[in-house]
């Protein structure tokens, strides 16, 4: 009598997929074999590849720039869609994750850089590694998304007004991870950064994940909400230069500093020189500063205000 046996089909995380070799319906090919003639009209040849017409564009290989000093891709129209495919761009700098320790020391190559005037351009599904200034240097309107970006000598990426980052990943960069303004960061993590994990100015800031970073987890320039995110491990887990940071339900872990700590106004960041008031609510700090007997918010002159009740070391009395 013969007995079936089921046969299992095993199935891999998308994740773990190698990256496709196609471009998109209606999406232009990059790849590394194009490039030195140029992948497609309006793109002169070698780096950087220049992206100036409207549309959507494609990896179909990896991306390897020859030194610290050259961009990989510029974009020099609105408009642009980049989806990586799971492909990487790749320079040769590498960070140890202490502050501007990077070799090569020098270096202003950007993986990905828009133009003054580039507007509405969003990249994806992808890692940019190594670059000698930055991963990305997006402006207004701009979105990353499902990216990681490690080894820039300054920063991951920076973006400009009315920006958007989320379920992506900055670690490992030479100063900062995400640098931002007027941005949204919604899923994220910042990880192992040479000064601070994050550096904002009135930005939404949503589930992230900050830790180790050396400096701080997040400098808030002024006016940024920040919620259910953990920074752990970081130098001082959220550094308020002006003021007017709102933080909702919250966790601050083992932060080498204080887990918040509040600045005055520094002009001109805050042309009359009045500080905002920061407030606090629902928020954890456990194990910054030492240990829970010290203090575990504080500052030099900063205002905070406790809209709810906080969590300090073993208190609900802050600091």
Not at 12 to 20: D, H, I, M, Q, Y
Not at 53 to 65: E, M, P, Q
Not at 197 to 204: D, E, H, K, P, T
Request: proline share 4%.
């Amino acid at each position: 009598m013969n007995s079936r046996v089921p046969r299992l089909v095993a199935l891999t995380p998308w994740f773990l997929l190698p990256a496709l070799s196609m471009a998109g319906p209606g999406s232009l090919e990059i790849n590394q074999a194009c490039v030195a003639d140029g992948c497609f009209p309006g793109d002169a040849g070698g780096f950087p590849v220049t992206v100036a017409a409207s549309g959507s564009y494609s990896l179909t290989s990896n991306l390897l720039v020859p030194d610290e000093n050259t961009h990989a891709i510029v974009v020099d129209a609105a408009s642009v869609s980049i989806e990586l495919n799971g492909f990487t761009i790749e320079g040769p700098v590498r960070c140890t994750g202490l502050e501007d320790d990077c070799t090569p020391g020098g270096g202003s190559g950007v993986g990905i850089l828009a133009t003054s005037g580039s507007t509405n351009v969003s990249v994806s599904n992808g890692s940019i590694v190594g670059m000698g200034w930055k991963g990305l240097q997006l402006v207004g309107q701009s979105s990353i998304e499902r990216m990681r970006v490690e080894h820039a000598r300054r920063a991951a990426a920076s973006l400009g007004v009315g920006g958007r980052v989320s379920q992506s990943a900055a670690n490992r960069n030479g100063y900062l991870g995400w640098e931002a303004t007027d941005a949204r960061l919604i899923d994220v993590t910042a990880t192992g950064n040479g000064q601070a994990g994050i550096n904002c100015a009135r930005c939404i800031v949503e589930r992230a994940t900050v830790h180790d970073n050396v400096g701080v987890g997040m400098f808030d320039g002024y006016g940024s909400i920040v919620t259910n995110s953990v920074f752990a491990r970081n130098g001082i887990g959220v550094w308020s230069t002006n003021g007017g940071t709102r933080l909702l339900a919250n966790q601050f872990v083992y932060n080498n500093g204080l887990g918040f700590f509040a600045q005055p106004a520094v002009p001109p960041d805050i042309p009359d020189s009045e500080t905002q008031v920061s407030t606090l609510s629902g928020n954890s700090f456990i194990e910054n500063n030492g240990g829970n007997h010290a203090d575990q918010i504080g500052g030099s002159g900063g205002l905070w205000v406790e809209l709810d009740a906080n969590l300090c070391g073993l208190s609900t009395t802050c600091p």
